[in-house]
């Protein structure tokens, strides 16, 4: 077996463990994940299905995601049977409120992101103990540290199976798989968001370059700690 593949079966052997760890044995009590049905969900919801397709699966409509995006969720549920995903939207109310024209990511991307993902995932994720989420340390410099098991400052675990993969070993599993791709990867965008705020990335460019682009923002804030990005001094135990 080449190197690369032995990187892919350490890293899958590895993600699975910690998640028959969180989902079977509890470790870290009640779990959901947390996904975009983005450029590269499929893996993780993949390794979640195979240990529980009953998980929870916490999905944010911000009501500013492309329509292939909504599409692909129902797509990607559907072929990996899973039984319990949760659509968590911004209170219409706020947005009414604050955002009546849908353009408040143009002056405030921080409050956008705030009240549509932010706020809302708070809220959801209140009766949880902890959740799951697809990041991984190539995506950006800011997640370069990432560990595989982190706490918050309210004690809550954010577990990230795929933290050590990277984009061969991504596409490898999902071929060997055959797992359906977001409809706009094959478009130039390897990470995708509200429609508002994403565009393609050009070869070479870091895989989020198209995020926000041409502000200083690099994160939409729901993975902030009391307002500041979770380092690896924050990881636990397995």
């Known amino acids: 077996m080449g190197r690369p593949m032995q990187m892919l079966r350490d890293g899958e052997h590895e993600a699975l463990i910690l ?10 009590g ?5 996904s975009s049905f983005g450029a590269d969900s499929a893996v993780l919801l993949h390794l979640v299905a195979r240990i529980d397709p009953a998980t929870p699966v916490l999905f944010i409509d911000t009501r500013m995601l492309f329509e292939e995006t909504l599409a692909y969720r129902r797509e990607l549920a559907a072929f990996l049977g899973l ?23 143009l002056s405030d991307p ?9 706020a809302p995932l708070d809220e959801a994720l209140a009766p949880f103990d902890g959740w799951i989420t697809g990041r991984k340390r190539f995506q950006a410099a800011t997640r370069a540290a990432l560990p595989l098991v982190e706490k ?17 070993a991504l596409d490898e599993y999902s071929r060997r798989f055959e797992l359906p791709p ?19 990335v050009e070869e070479g460019e870091d895989a989020r370059a198209g995020r926000w682009r041409g502000m200083e923002k690099v994160e ?5 700690d009391n307002g500041r990005l979770v380092r690896a001094e924050n990881a636990a135990s397995p």
């Open 152 to 168: 918050t400052s309210t004690g809550k675990a954010k577990l990230n199976p795929l933290a050590g993969w990277d984009s061969v």
């Open 30 to 34: 009640e779990v959901a994940a947390l």
């Open 83 to 105: 039984t319990n995903v949760r659509t968590v939207e911004p209170s219409a109310r706020k947005v009414s409120e604050r955002d009546p024209w849908g353009r408040l990511h």
């Open 220 to 224: 939409c804030g729901i993975h902030f």
């Open 19 to 28: 998640l028959e760890k969180a989902l079977i044995e509890r470790r870290h």
């Open 182 to 200: 977001h409809p706009l990867v094959r478009h130039g965008y390897p990470s995708i968001g509200c429609a508002s705020c994403t565009s393609r």
């Open 110 to 118: 921080d409050s956008c992101c705030a009240m549509r993902k932010t």
